[in-house]
């Protein structure tokens, strides 16, 4: 898996059509962070002023400089999650009706945003910050890790797959692999346990629970990548004001 495995054009076609696919496996063997004994999944429901909505895949919310902030993946403006045509982030603002951020299991609203922050159109840069106007407790918001992960280390993936309507938040354990140039950190799954889909946003944290990345998508038993997940990179990427 070579430095530039997403920045190759065919890989980037190929992470689109597995965006939401992500073949995980549920801890087995690894002591889980305290921080991750809290509710910290969330669901997406949302609509524009065009008439486009779409409900699922995954979010989080996120503390930082006594602020919290939700946080998603950027595909879900697009055709991987029924909106067509895609909404570019530059004109999110100003067509949004309504994104709220449900608990996965009961559907219970607990934030809804305000505004989308520093709004860009490339869609390689795969991670939406948003500014919330309403919160409810029984949600906590991660933390952001300072420090990117080392060749290794374990990380866990938080997030619910579609065939399991009742989940409210599984867990599942992965391995850091290295990074690519594009801004992508990649990690090898420890376990496999099948398809699974609805983790599109969904964070990727270290062992101290903090989070490293906003995940995009994965491959299982590929004859190149073998089995591995991958997320754009939350470590050092900026919240503009």
Request: hydrophobic share 40%.
């Amino acid at each position: 898996m070579g430095e530039d495995f997403l920045g190759n054009p065919q890989m980037k076609a190929f992470a689109t059509v597995i965006t939401a696919l992500c073949l995980l496996a549920p801890v087995a063997g690894f002591s889980q962070p305290a921080a991750l004994k809290d509710q910290v999944l969330l669901r997406n429901n949302f609509a524009f002023k065009t008439g486009q909505k779409s409900e699922g895949a995954s979010a989080f919310l996120i503390s930082q400089d006594g602020k919290t902030y939700a946080v998603t993946a950027k595909h879900l403006l697009t055709g991987d999650m029924g909106i067509e045509p895609a909404v570019k982030p530059s004109q999110f603002n100003a067509t949004i009706k309504y994104w709220r951020f449900l608990k996965p299991a009961t559907g219970e609203t607990v934030a809804e945003v305000d505004t989308l922050l520093a709004p860009d159109d490339d869609y390689d840069r795969d991670i939406l910050f948003f500014s919330i106007k309403t919160i409810k407790a029984g949600v906590t918001p991660l933390k952001v890790a300072t420090q990117a992960p080392v060749a290794g280390d374990t990380g866990y993936v938080i997030g619910c797959p579609y065939a399991e309507p009742a989940c409210n938040q599984n867990i599942y354990a992965v391995k850091y692999s290295g990074a690519d140039n594009t801004g992508y950190y990649i990690f090898e799954q420890v376990n496999k346990i099948g398809k699974i889909s609805g983790f599109s946003g969904a964070p990727v944290v270290n062992a101290q629970g903090e989070v490293v990345a906003v995940l995009r998508g994965g491959v299982t038993d590929d004859p190149t990548y073998g089995s591995m997940v991958f997320g754009y990179k939350l470590v050092g990427t900026p919240i503009a004001p």
